[in-house]
């Protein structure tokens, strides 16, 4: 439900991702920025970054 409410207004095939990464407590690796800049402004930061 977290990952839902995360995604919902951002883009809503995301939705497995952010979960399995809050799930496993692991960063999520994505090129996509609007997830990205959307899931920042609602507090998640746990990103991969190269």
């Known amino acids: 439900m977290e990952a839902y409410r995360?995604?919902?207004d951002?883009?809503?095939?995301?939705?497995?991702?952010?979960?399995l990464a809050i799930?496993?407590?692991c960063v999520?690796?994505?090129y996509?920025?609007?997830i990205r800049d959307g899931l920042m402004q609602r507090g998640?930061?746990?990103f991969f970054e190269l």
């Open 10 to 19: 951002i883009d809503e095939k995301d939705v497995p991702f952010v979960a």
């Open 32 to 34: 996509d920025q609007p």
């Open 6 to 8: 995360l995604c919902k």
């Open 44 to 46: 998640f930061n746990h």
């Open 23 to 25: 799930q496993l407590n």
């Open 28 to 30: 999520l690796w994505t």
